[in-house]
C-alpha cells in the first residue's frame, strides 16, 4: 500500500481541477460497479508527470477505500498482440487514465481487454462537474493475424511491405474478392457511422465491414494508430467492433 504522504509536486497536481474530476468520477463509479470489492486499474505513460498523477491518484483512491492497481507503462500494440505478453486481462474492474500525449494506447488496451476506461475528456470538450461525467461507446478495428494473435486499432490501421517486389495481393471486401498491387500501402480507417473505409491504389475508397488481406508473398509491416506495431504474413483479417470501447469522461 502507498503512503499518503506526496511530494510537494504532487501535491501540486493534486489541486488541479483535471485530477480532482477524475478522483471524484472514479469513487463515484467504483461505487457502481457490479463486483462487491472492485480493483481499479491506473494506466500511465512514461513521463514523470504521468508517474507523479498516477501515485496520486492510486493514494487518494486508497484513503477512499478503494483497491487500485498500476498497468504502466501502457503497452504498445505489438506488446499486446504477442500472445503470454500484453494480451493477458488484468483482473480488474476499470481503467483510469492519468493523462498524457497519447490516450490512443489506454483506448487499444481497454478495447481489447473489454473493460471500461475513465479518461479526460479529448480537446475541445468542457469539462464536467465534479459529480458528474459523460459515457460512450466507439467503435474500433480488430485485426486477426495469421498466427492466432489479435490487435485494435482506435483510428486506422496500414499495411506496408517489407519486400521490394512483394506480387499481387488478394483482397476480400465483404463478399468482394479482387487483387491489389503488394507493394502499395493499405490504409484502413473507420467512418463516424462505425464502417471500415479502405483505400488502395487499384480500387479505390470502399466502405465495407470486414476485409480478409491474403496470398501476399513476404512479411508486411501493421501499422496501428499511424505507429508501426509489429511484422506480419498474410492472411490478415480485419472488421469493424462496434462498441467495442466503453469511454467515461469526467
Not at 479526460?120 to 478495428?141: C, K
Not at 483479417?237 to 469522461?249: D, M, T
Amino acid at each position: 500500500m502507498l503512503s499518503s504522504t506526496s511530494s510537494p509536486d504532487a501535491g501540486s497536481a493534486r489541486d488541479a481541477p483535471d485530477v480532482e474530476r477524475l478522483l471524484a468520477a472514479a469513487v463515484r463509479l467504483a461505487g457502481t460497479l457490479p463486483t462487491a470489492r472492485p480493483t481499479l486499474a491506473v494506466v500511465r505513460g512514461w513521463q514523470r508527470g504521468d508517474r507523479e498523477r498516477a501515485r496520486l491518484l492510486r493514494t487518494r483512491l486508497a484513503e477512499q477505500g478503494i483497491s487500485c492497481t498500476e498497468l504502466s507503462p501502457v503497452p504498445e500494440a505489438g506488446e499486446r498482440g504477442r500472445q503470454g505478453c500484453g494480451a493477458r486481462r488484468p483482473a480488474v474492474d476499470l481503467l483510469v487514465h492519468t493523462g498524457g500525449p497519447q490516450p490512443e494506447q489506454a483506448m487499444r488496451a481497454a478495447a481489447l481487454w473489454r473493460l471500461p476506461l475513465l479518461v479526460e475528456r479529448p480537446a475541445g470538450w468542457s469539462g464536467g462537474e465534479l459529480n458528474s461525467f459523460g459515457a460512450h461507446r466507439s467503435p474500433v478495428i480488430g485485426i486477426q493475424l495469421s498466427d492466432v494473435g489479435f490487435a485494435v486499432a482506435v483510428r486506422e490501421t496500414v499495411l506496408v511491405s517489407l519486400q521490394p517486389h512483394p506480387g499481387k495481393a488478394r483482397l476480400i471486401l465483404d463478399n468482394e474478392k479482387i487483387t491489389a498491387p503488394g507493394d502499395r500501402p493499405l490504409r484502413i480507417t473507420l467512418t463516424d457511422q462505425g464502417m471500415l473505409e479502405a483505400r488502395g491504389d487499384s480500387f479505390g475508397m470502399r466502405r465495407i465491414r470486414r476485409l480478409r488481406f491474403e496470398r501476399a508473398w513476404g512479411a508486411y509491416r501493421l501499422d496501428v494508430d499511424g505507429a508501426p506495431a509489429r511484422d506480419v504474413r498474410a492472411p490478415v483479417r480485419i472488421e469493424a467492433l462496434p462498441g467495442r470501447l466503453h469511454l467515461l469522461h469526467p
